[in-house]
């Protein structure tokens, strides 16, 4: 069955699939859900056969931890998969990876971001609620170094999602909890593993965000997320982190390697699928004194604006006015997902 259900995801451009106790299939298409009721309603049982199927050896270990993550291919395309205990059934969410790893012209990112891909050192962070194209992002940005340039990276994900093949660079590509066992880990090790480059897919933790300051200090491109949604709320996390005594030194230590933040979204295009609304940060002399200072978050929207022409960054309304006046969204979609709305509609009468 679950075959079945994955060839209609697929045929119906599907990004994620829902399994889960009392209902058929879900999809989620061009963000939102669609009840599959061509297939049957899952009992406990079938859900159960369907993860044991998925996960294979790795079914003890989800009954131990009762969630899991996992990677598999199918149908000639690879997905990432979570399965987890509700109501004392198992539910499944299974992510499908492109078949392809994107450019950064295909995403329609701006141009900018392609800037992040010539830094020799320094830290670059992709922001971003769950499901908001973060992986996709860094995965375009790592293709974009790959294709260009002689580099050793490292990626450290949870789970692997884009294969990268060698092209110009070596990328070694390590999955938590099959290759290495946490993140913090990871990056510990990758000090002796002597990287040009390294991509953390999720910085969670007090440790690994340490690690990863300590990367970029010694002279690599760490390239990394957080589930913030925007530059000053990025900033404001990892030094939140810290306890307050520590924290004056990290704002010290962040101005001095942070390069930049893409904090980003997913909205519905016109011709089907999403596209990503993009805030653009490059970390100029301006923007690490705001850091270095704790100054206030509107200071570092004004420093993005100013650098808008000579740098190509953008705040999260010219990103969308932009996206509106290519017609790449229509007006409702903008609207509805303007932060500011008044600073939204100056900007499409210019």
Same mark, same amino acid.
């Given at each position: 069955?679950?075959?079945?259900?994955?060839?209609?995801?697929?045929?119906?451009?599907?990004?994620?699939?829902?399994?889960?106790?009392?209902?058929?299939?879900?999809?989620?298409?061009?963000?939102?859900?669609?009840?599959?009721?061509?297939?049957?309603?899952?009992?406990?049982?079938?859900?159960?056969?369907?993860?044991?199927?998925?996960?294979?050896?790795?079914?003890?270990?989800?009954?131990?931890?009762?969630?899991?993550?996992?990677?598999?291919?199918?149908?000639?395309?690879?997905?990432?998969?979570?399965?987890?205990?509700?109501?004392?059934?198992?539910?499944?969410?299974?992510? +499908?990876?492109? #078949?392809?790893?994107?450019?950064? %012209?295909? $995403? &329609?990112?701006? @141009?900018?971001?392609?800037?992040? /891909?010539?830094?020799?050192?320094?830290?670059?962070?992709?922001?971003?609620?769950?499901?908001?194209?973060?992986?996709?992002?860094?995965?375009?940005?790592?293709?974009?170094?790959?294709?260009?340039?002689?580099?050793?990276?490292?990626?450290?994900?949870?789970?692997?999602?884009?294969?990268?093949?060698?092209?110009?660079?070596?990328?070694?590509?390590?999955?938590?909890?099959?290759?290495?066992?946490?993140?913090?880990?990871? +990056?510990?090790? #990758?000090?002796?593993?002597?990287? %040009?480059? $390294? &991509?953390?897919? @999720?910085?969670?933790?007090?440790? /690994?965000?340490?690690?990863?300051?300590?990367?970029?200090?010694?002279?690599?491109?760490?390239?990394?997320?957080?589930?913030?949604?925007?530059?000053?709320?990025?900033?404001?996390?990892?030094?939140?982190?810290?306890?307050?005594?520590?924290?004056?030194?990290?704002?010290?230590?962040?101005?001095?390697?942070?390069?930049?933040?893409?904090?980003?979204?997913?909205?519905?295009?016109?011709?089907?699928?999403?596209?990503?609304?993009?805030?653009?940060?490059?970390?100029?002399?301006?923007?690490?004194?705001?850091?270095? @200072?704790?100054?206030?978050?509107?200071?570092?929207?004004?420093?993005?604006?100013?650098?808008?022409?000579?740098?190509?960054?953008?705040?999260?309304?010219?990103?969308?006015?932009?996206?509106?006046?290519?017609?790449?969204?229509?007006?409702?979609?903008?609207?509805?997902?303007?932060?500011?709305?008044?600073?939204?509609?100056?900007?499409?009468?210019?």
């Amino acid at each position: 069955m679950i075959t079945d259900i994955i060839k209609s995801a697929l045929d119906q451009k599907a990004s994620d699939i829902h399994l889960t106790e009392g209902l058929p299939p879900v999809f989620r298409i061009n963000g939102r859900l669609a009840v599959q009721r061509q297939f049957d309603v899952f009992s406990a049982g079938a859900l159960a056969e369907t993860a044991k199927q998925l996960l294979g050896e790795n079914y003890e270990n989800y009954g131990q931890k009762r969630s899991f993550d996992f990677s598999f291919h199918a149908e000639g395309r690879r997905f990432r998969g979570h399965v987890f205990k509700q109501r004392g059934a198992d539910a499944v969410v299974l992510r +499908v990876i492109p #078949a392809e790893v994107p450019t950064v %012209d295909q $995403l &329609l990112l701006p @141009e900018s971001v392609k800037k992040f /891909t010539s830094l020799r050192d320094g830290l670059v962070l992709v922001t971003g609620p769950t499901g908001s194209g973060k992986s996709t992002t860094l995965a375009a940005l790592i293709n974009e170094i790959n294709r260009a340039q002689e580099k050793h990276i490292i990626t450290i994900e949870d789970p692997v999602e884009f294969i990268h093949p060698h092209r110009r660079c070596i990328v070694n590509q390590r999955e938590v909890g099959t290759d290495v066992e946490n993140f913090a880990d990871a +990056v510990r090790s #990758a000090m002796r593993e002597d990287p %040009d480059i $390294l &991509l953390v897919g @999720e910085m969670r933790d007090l440790e /690994t965000i340490q690690n990863a300051i300590t990367m970029a200090e010694t002279g690599h491109l760490v390239f990394a997320t957080l589930h913030t949604r925007s530059a000053a709320e990025t900033i404001d996390r990892i030094i939140d982190v810290f306890p307050p005594v520590q924290q004056q030194q990290i704002r010290v230590q962040l101005s001095s390697i942070l390069q930049g933040i893409i904090s980003q979204c997913l909205v519905p295009a016109v011709s089907g699928g999403r596209v990503p609304v993009c805030e653009v940060m490059f970390a100029t002399d301006g923007i690490k004194s705001i850091i270095k @200072e704790n100054g206030p978050h509107s200071s570092i929207k004004d420093q993005i604006l100013l650098n808008h022409r000579k740098l190509g960054s953008c705040t999260y309304e010219q990103s969308l006015a932009a996206l509106y006046k290519r017609g790449l969204i229509d007006r409702d979609t903008a609207l509805e997902h303007a932060k500011d709305i008044e600073t939204f509609k100056r900007m499409v009468q210019r």
